[in-house]
């Protein structure tokens, strides 16, 4: 089966650079999770987007934003990177709601971000 | 408001021994409750889930967890540990469908010869 897809795997950056990740979620899902997870960390919730709109934030930084496409693919763009900010970065997506399984969300690989 | 909290960050037991990781939720509303187990340097895959119906939910692995709402419990269990069984397991919560999860900080299980 068709899993979410996150691109690139790895990522390093210098300090005050800019970032982008990407996320393919399962064909069908219309919503997009964004999560972020520390060294020795519980994944912590970011953003997400239902249909193309943002439907929740929880606690991103103001330099990153996000986005989901007409295709429902997201980025998330993070600007002004810092040493806090190396994390590894899952995507998730969970079915339409009219699924029963719309409560389930499904995470793809992450990308791990360093930043020296 | 939700939250998940994990007894234990880490439990060792012997291969062959039952495993029992221990998640206590906390919800204003019905919960939603998963089980996700993370191998090192790999993403988080979905071991079984509670959404409503039968209380007692199987799931991959020979895994299976008992929601338990007079005691706000959703603890994950498996009668016959495997040393592949090795991993973090975080139990989260949701609740509903296009909700945000809140993770627990997750435990660590070492399974041992």
């Known amino acids: 089966a068709a899993g979410v897809i996150q691109s690139p795997r790895h990522l390093i950056k210098e300090k005050r650079e800019t970032a982008t990740l990407k996320c393919y979620p399962i064909?069908?899902?219309?919503?997009v999770y964004w999560y972020q997870q520390g060294p020795g960390q519980d994944p912590q919730f970011l953003i997400s987007?239902?249909?193309?709109?943002?439907?929740d934030k929880g606690s991103i930084p103001d330099r990153f934003s996000a986005q989901q496409f007409s295709d429902y693919h997201s980025e998330l763009n993070m600007s002004s990177l810092e040493l806090g900010d190396s994390a590894l970065y899952f995507c998730?997506?969970?079915?339409?709601?009219?699924?029963?399984?719309?409560?389930?969300?499904?995470f793809g690989p992450g990308t791990r971000l360093l930043v020296l | 408001a939700q939250s998940v909290t994990q007894l234990g960050s880490h439990v060792s037991v012997s291969e062959g021994a039952l495993v029992l990781l221990r998640c206590n939720y906390s919800?204003?509303?019905?919960?939603?409750l998963f089980w996700y187990v993370q191998y090192p340097n790999q993403g988080l895959q979905l071991l079984l889930k509670?959404?409503?119906?039968?209380?007692l939910v199987k799931g991959i692995n020979g895994f299976e967890a008992e929601f338990k709402k007079s005691e706000t419990s959703f603890h994950l269990t498996k009668p016959s540990a495997h040393m592949s069984d090795a991993a973090e397991y975080f139990c989260?919560?949701?609740?509903?469908?296009?909700?945000?999860?809140?993770f627990g900080t997750g435990t660590q299980l070492k399974v041992e010869l």
């Open positions: 998730a997506s969970s079915p339409p709601s009219r699924d029963r399984d719309q409560e389930t969300q499904y």
């Open positions: 064909p069908r899902h219309d919503t």
């Open positions: 987007f239902y249909e193309k709109m943002q439907s």
């Open positions: 919800s204003s509303v019905p919960p939603y």
């Open positions: 509670y959404t409503t119906g039968a209380t």
């Open positions: 989260a919560v949701t609740t509903g469908g296009g909700n945000k999860l809140t």
